[in-house]
């Protein structure tokens, strides 16, 4: 059975991985909002049809589905939502300038972000963590800092994500413990799509640009969102949370072998460096013996 949960966790890390070269290829014909709203739509719509599926299958069963729309649900989503939305436009936006192998090294810099910021919400982080932190720093900084201290416009749109995509996943450690996770993601994907209408109304995308990016958007937003969110409940059930972190963090892995088979992007030997301690740090965080805080998605 753990085995069956660890291969399930590794199929969602890969296609969250790949997800960054879709985002990348949909940059081509799109602005970065209106692909971000449209995505977020599709990932809605892909969720609730799942949440229809289960609901069939549940009733056939004569067991209750579990979604339950109250106050607390729709509090949890909107808040995630938001965060969901901040952080996916400055990813997308830094994704534009940068490769998308490095933008997934400097984005997963969330992993290490969580714990820290979980101290200010009375949750101490252990001394791994901290050593974790500084070498993620070492990371970052072989990876965006060129020509002493000069940082490339789209990094920082990207350490920006890292930060929102932290805040986004302790709101939902905050709200998902009382409710369903699949509901609370259907809502916020919702709440991240509504949120980019009026920037997708100035973007003024047109008809020919959505189906110009028809593939990656589809990409972005059923296989990242509806499939792989379903895999990751699916595999981290009655699994130890460390380790599905662990191997869900290998999606910037994934990311940069994508983004050199598909996209052609080649890093420099400054920069492969800077992956290595990157994803040292990330590994390191995630051992057994942190402080039990989830990590979800940032894809």
Known sequence: MKLKNSLILFLASFIWGTTFVAQRMGMDHMEPISFNGIRSFIGFLSLFCVILLRKMIL?????????????????GGLVCG???????????IGIKYT???????????YIILVPVLAVFLRKPAGKRVWISVF?????????SVKD??????????LFACAF????QILSIDHFAPELDSLSLSCIQFLTAGIL???FMLAEKPALSQVFSSLWPLLYAGVMSSGVAYTCQIIGQKDMDPSVASLIMSFESVFSLLAGWIILHEHLSFRELIGCALMLTAILLSQLPGNQDIPVENAG
């Open 59 to 75: 009733r056939k069963k004569g067991r209750q589905d579990p979604f339950i729309l109250n106050k607390k649900l729709l509090l």
């Open 135 to 143: 070498i993620a720093l070492a990371g970052l900084y072989l990876l």
């Open 99 to 109: 490769g998308a192998g490095k933008s997934a090294f400097i984005t997963a810099f």
């Open 164 to 167: 929102l995509y932290a805040c």
């Open 196 to 198: 980019s209408v009026p």
């Open 148 to 157: 002493g201290f000069s940082i490339a416009s789209g990094d920082i749109f």
């Open 82 to 92: 938001f965060f969901l939305f901040a952080a996916s436009v400055c990813q997308q």
